[in-house]
């Protein structure tokens, strides 16, 4: 075990973490312990715990958070957050309560004997100016580099995580509510304290954070033994902040121009130099090798196709915490893929630059009717490359409900039949026109018992990823460039 600093001008024993060595043949049992487990933490622990669970991000938690802050401010009205930490988490867990609490959760005896080896047959020994200082046993806590702590570790903070919602039901926690569109709310208590209050032991290195006005804040500050402090980033990315402004970025430049220090380095391979260019000055309008550049990717480009990606998360997590937030927050449209359109001051949040983008994202979706309840007959891509409205034009001029859902037009009658409404009686020469409609959707049927879907068109497999959207979005050059003469690469091809 090795410790290493926190942070620069580290002093007392805290400011250390511990980082400990697996041997392989634990850590390859480790590892398939943990991979059996995460598969089920998402019933296990709450939507307020978004890391190391299968199926979220932890940037969910920022979003949530700046979203939840933005409306604080918003408001108009006076509020006070809480930072703080949680002194060693890892070292501190006690080892009988995590057991217990697996046991709660209904995990098997034999499980829990597994976890209860994996974690109670340690020995460390601490690395001191290089010599190895003998063995000791521990009797609490979770190794850093353990596979199995991460999870173990989720669990444990499950335990907080039902506390606070405990309290909140008792009345000891106020909690704060999101206030939407059309009055619709959003119960933020657990996830607010879960994310900006956690426990910690000493209140002497802890912060309040005001959001608004708030009289006689050092009195609070005094009472709680807390410093008071602005907003600060979270997840790496600043809360309440306005992103337009310049200064909001200093951060990321300054790290930024630490990276590209660097060039400054004068035995720096020209190999290197390239890996620096792609990984900190990726934002230069620059090709791929064979579109006649250097192999670094457009930066502006990959923001969109990065941002898109959250409006495909809203497409298909219905279920996530976040998403709640967002439609609760902003309402929902065209039948619940999306977000409505954030307009005016209302929103000035993160959400407001992601929902702009979301044509780009559209314009590439194909709808896969189940039930047809979120489905537009005429408006969606579902039937064919094109939509409804724009291959029979003089039909949808003359139907009498524009935006009808699929499943309106279908008729149960008779083993089911497609039975589109229009204005007025179909003249003759409009008859053909009809039976071109008819003759497209036959084959096609809703079925009341399975739901709606939707498919990426750029991707076999039906499913987006940032690396088809980034594809679709780059320019296309008509003459294609003798990459593999100009170039030569040393990677052996297997």
């Known amino acids: 075990m090795v410790l290493t600093p926190k942070k620069g001008g580290a002093e007392d024993l805290k400011d250390f973490r511990p980082i400990s060595l697996v041997g392989s043949l634990y850590k390859l049992l480790a590892k398939v312990l943990a991979n059996r487990l995460k598969k089920v933490m998402g019933k296990l622990v709450s939507k307020s715990q978004n890391a190391f669970v299968e199926g979220r991000q932890i940037l969910d938690a920022s979003l949530i958070a700046n979203e939840a802050i933005h409306s604080m401010q918003k408001s108009g009205g006076c509020d006070i957050l809480c930072k703080l930490d949680i002194e060693k988490a890892y070292d501190h867990v006690n080892w009988s309560f995590l057991l217990w609490l697996m046991e709660m959760m209904g995990f098997g005896a034999k499980w829990i004997s597994w976890i209860q080896w994996c974690i109670g047959t340690v020995s460390f020994s601490v690395l001191i100016n290089g010599t190895s ?41 106020l909690g704060w509510q999101l206030s939407g569109r059309g009055g619709v709310l959003l119960e933020l208590a657990s996830y607010v304290v879960r994310s900006h209050v956690r426990v910690e032991g000493e209140l002497g290195q802890s912060e309040i954070i005001v959001v608004g006005r708030v009289e006689n804040v050092e009195e609070v500050a005094l009472e709680f033994g807390c410093k008071v402090s602005k907003l600060p980033s979270y997840l790496g990315l600043p ?12 951060g990321v430049e300054e790290r930024l121009r630490k990276r590209l220090s660097l060039w400054k380095r004068q035995y720096i391979y020209k190999g290197g130099r390239m890996t620096l260019i792609r990984s900190t000055l990726s934002s230069m309008p620059i090709y791929y090798k064979r579109k006649g550049g250097l192999g670094a990717r457009n930066l502006a480009l990959l923001n969109k196709a990065l941002l898109c990606k959250w409006s495909w998360r809203f497409v298909v997590e219905r279920e996530a915490l976040w998403r709640q937030v967002i439609s609760a927050k902003y309402g929902e449209e065209e039948g619940g893929w999306r977000s409505c359109v954030v307009r005016g001051s209302y929103g000035v949040g993160l959400w407001k630059a992601i929902r702009r983008g979301w044509d780009v994202l559209g314009d590439n979706l194909v709808y896969s009717v189940g039930n047809g309840r979120r489905v537009r007959f005429w408006k969606d891509k579902w039937c064919g490359d094109d939509l409804l409205c724009t291959s029979f034009p003089s039909l949808f001029a003359i139907s009498l409900d524009k935006e009808a859902w699929v499943a309106d037009v279908w008729s149960h009658s008779g083993g089911g039949v497609w039975a589109p409404r229009f204005s007025r009686w179909i003249n003759d020469w409009e008859v053909i026109e009809v039976e071109c409609l008819l003759l497209r959707l036959q084959g096609r049927r809703v079925y009341s018992d399975v739901e709606d879907e939707v498919n990426w068109t750029k991707a076999k497999d039906g499913r987006f990823s940032v690396k088809s959207l980034y594809k679709a979005l780059e320019p296309e050059r008509r003459e294609e460039f003798p990459a593999s003469v100009i170039w030569n690469s040393l990677v052996p091809r297997g």
């Open 133 to 173: 200082s003998g063995f000791f046993q521990s009797f609490r806590g979770l190794r850093h580099g353990d596979p199995l702590s991460p999870y173990l570790f989720v669990i444990v903070m499950e335990a907080l995580s039902c506390l606070l919602k405990r309290a909140k039901e008792g009345g000891f926690l």
């Open 239 to 250: 809360l309440g902040a306005r992103f337009k402004e310049v200064a909001t970025w200093d």
